[in-house]
């Protein structure tokens, strides 16, 4: 597509359940990141996929946070058992690392547990 | 984690002066980015600067990157009411190519 798309663009839920959130990056764009925003703070790298080679998982906070990227294209990010604390907005980017790796984020998804 | 960190955190200016924000990083990079987030939604790309470049312009927009001391600064010039937002510096890549973004700058601009 045009540009990142991501769904929902807000969720709320309710603690203890289990939410999932989709990233579409532009079309041809290797790498893939998600980055998670607490209100008024800064972002929070969570992870990393770039083409084939194995996701760079050191930003997720706990293991209640897993993501897969499939076909190297549509990205989710799966947080079970919500917390609270897990409301942020959780932005996606994509880019082509070859390319000065200037990236192109989508609109955010913003969560609100219960 | 993050690596870079601007100062101040917030800046407030009357439109027309000139805003200048800073940033640090820690480690050594291939290239730094100054992105610009409107209302806690996606950020949109403004400029980059390679790491064997000292300053770089685009429009009312000047960066500079000092690496000796691993800080760069992003200058708006005569700034106006609609680049209220918060202004974000990127380093990177680290590992496989990700990018490490710091905690921004909250600028308002008042008309």
């Known amino acids: 597509g045009a540009g990142v798309s991501q769904s929902p663009s807000n969720k709320v839920t309710e603690k203890g359940k289990d939410v999932e959130l989709r990233c579409d990056p532009i079309?041809?764009?290797?790498?893939l990141y998600w980055y998670r925003q607490s209100l008024g703070q800064g972002l929070e790298f969570l992870i990393y996929?770039?083409?084939?080679?194995?996701?760079?998982k050191s930003g997720l906070p706990s293991d209640r946070f897993s993501a897969e990227r499939t076909g190297g294209s549509v990205s989710t990010l799966t947080i079970q058992r919500t917390q609270q604390e897990d409301s942020a907005v959780y932005l996606c980017?994509?880019?082509?690392?070859?390319?000065?790796?200037?990236?192109?984020f989508g609109a955010g998804s913003r969560l609100t547990v219960l | 984690s993050q690596q870079g960190e601007e100062d101040p955190q917030a800046l407030s200016i009357q439109e027309g002066e000139n805003a200048t924000m800073n940033c640090s990083y820690k480690?050594?990079?291939?290239?730094l980015q100054w992105y610009r987030q409107n209302s806690g939604r996606g950020l949109v790309h403004l400029i980059l600067?390679?790491?064997?470049?000292r300053e770089k312009h685009s429009g009312r927009l000047r960066v500079t990157l000092d690496t000796s001391k691993k800080s760069s600064s992003l200058l708006i010039t005569a700034s106006r009411a609609a680049d209220t937002a918060s202004y974000f510096c990127?380093?990177?890549?680290?590992?496989?190519?990700?990018?490490?973004f710091g905690a921004g700058t909250r600028l308002t601009v008042k008309p």
């Open positions: 980017a994509s880019s082509i690392p070859q390319v000065a790796n200037v990236l192109t």
């Open positions: 079309s041809g764009h290797t790498a």
């Open positions: 996929f770039q083409g084939n080679s194995a996701p760079d």
């Open positions: 480690t050594s990079i291939n290239n």
């Open positions: 600067i390679r790491s064997n470049e």
């Open positions: 990127a380093t990177g890549p680290y590992n496989n190519n990700d990018m490490r």
